[in-house]
C-alpha cells in the first residue's frame, strides 16, 4: 500500500483555497467596481430646509413652529453613488413662498440628490404641516432681573440699562405671551454696586423664559447697572413747629405708635446716622386723638423702605413724667 504524504496533502488543500478566495475576491471586485449594480438605501432623520421664508416675511409672515423637521428617505442606484450618499450630502427643501395667510398648512417636501443617477424611492413623511402667525414689531422697555439675595443687611437699589427700550420681531401669539423683556443680573452675595453686559432675555407667565428661534431683538446684548445699598433700622424722631412746642411737651409717643423705620442708602451715610427726623408736624395736623400723618425728612440719597407717610399715636405724659 502506498503511503501518502501528509505534509504535500494539506500543502496542497491550502493552495487551493487561496486560489479560491482569490477568485472569489476578483469576481466581487468585478461585480462591484465594473458592474456597479444597482442598490437601495435608507438615509434617516434628514432636516428639512425651508426656503422662500423671505418672501413669507414679506407678506408679514412668520411660520410659528421651530422644532427641526426630519425626513427619513429611500433612494436606489448606482453602488458607487449610492455608497457615498449621508445627511450631509442630500438636502430636503419644502418651500414656504405659496403660503399667503395664517394657519396651518401642508408643505410637499423636495428631495435633493448629489448624483443624477440616484431615484428616491420614497420619503416618510413626504409633506410637513407648519403653523403660520402673523410677524409684528413691539417696543418693549428693558429690565433688570436681579437673581440672588445681597449679602446681608444689603438690598437692591435702583437700576439702570443701556439701552431703556428695545424692539422685538416675531410672531403675533409668541410676542403677545412676553411679560418682560431685560437682562439676568446675579446679585447674590452682593455688597457693592455690580455692572456690566448680559443678552436680552424675553419672561412669560411666572418668569419663565421664553425661546424662540423666530424672535429677534434690535440688540443683542444689554449694558446695566444695579445698585446695592446698606440697610439699617433707625429711630423716628418726630420734629414740631415752633407753635406746636407745647404738644410736644405734654405728648409723648404711645407705646403702640411707629418708633423705628427701616431705611437704605450708600453705606458710608447710613452707617453713620442713627435717626431719621420727620418733617414739622403743626398744630393743625394733629387730630383729637392725638394721631399724626407725617413724612420723613430725608437726606439726598437715602430712602425709606417702610413707606413715604407715616401715622404717629401720641399719648398725655403720665405725671411723673
Known sequence: ??????????????????????????????????????????????????????????????????????????????????????????????????????????????????????????????????????????????????????????????????PEEITVKGPKSIIDSIQSVGVSVSVDGKSADTAGRGIVLALGTGEKEIVNQNLTYSIGEIEYHVEILKAKTVNLEPVFSEAAQYFASEYVLDENSIKTIRIAGVQAMVDSMEKIKTEPITLRDISAGGEVTVKLDLPEGVRSLDGDSFTLRFSRRLPQE
Do not use: C
Not at 487551493?16 to 438605501?41: C, D, G, R, T
Not at 439675595?149 to 437699589?157: A, E, L, Q
Open 1 to 162: 500500500m502506498k503511503k501518502i504524504d501528509m505534509k504535500k496533502a494539506f500543502s496542497g488543500d491550502r493552495a487551493l483555497k487561496i486560489f479560491a478566495a482569490i477568485i472569489a475576491i476578483s469576481l466581487w471586485f468585478y461585480v462591484v467596481q465594473v458592474q456597479n449594480p444597482e442598490i437601495k438605501k435608507t438615509i434617516k432623520g434628514v432636516p428639512v430646509v425651508f426656503s422662500q421664508s423671505g418672501l413669507l416675511e414679506e407678506k408679514n409672515l412668520v411660520m410659528l413652529n421651530d422644532s427641526e423637521y426630519t425626513v427619513d428617505i429611500e433612494i436606489r442606484g448606482p453602488r458607487k453613488n449610492v455608497m457615498k450618499v449621508n445627511r450631509k450630502n442630500i438636502s430636503v427643501l419644502a418651500d414656504l413662498g405659496a403660503i399667503d395667510s395664517t394657519g396651518r398648512h401642508t408643505v410637499v417636501t423636495n428631495v435633493v440628490m448629489p448624483y443624477s443617477s440616484l431615484e428616491v424611492l420614497s420619503k416618510s413623511p413626504s409633506a410637513v404641516s407648519v403653523d403660520v402667525d402673523t410677524l409684528i414689531t413691539v417696543t418693549k422697555p428693558v429690565e433688570v432681573f436681579a437673581q440672588g439675595t445681597p449679602k446681608d443687611s444689603y438690598i437692591v437699589g435702583n437700576t439702570s440699562t443701556n
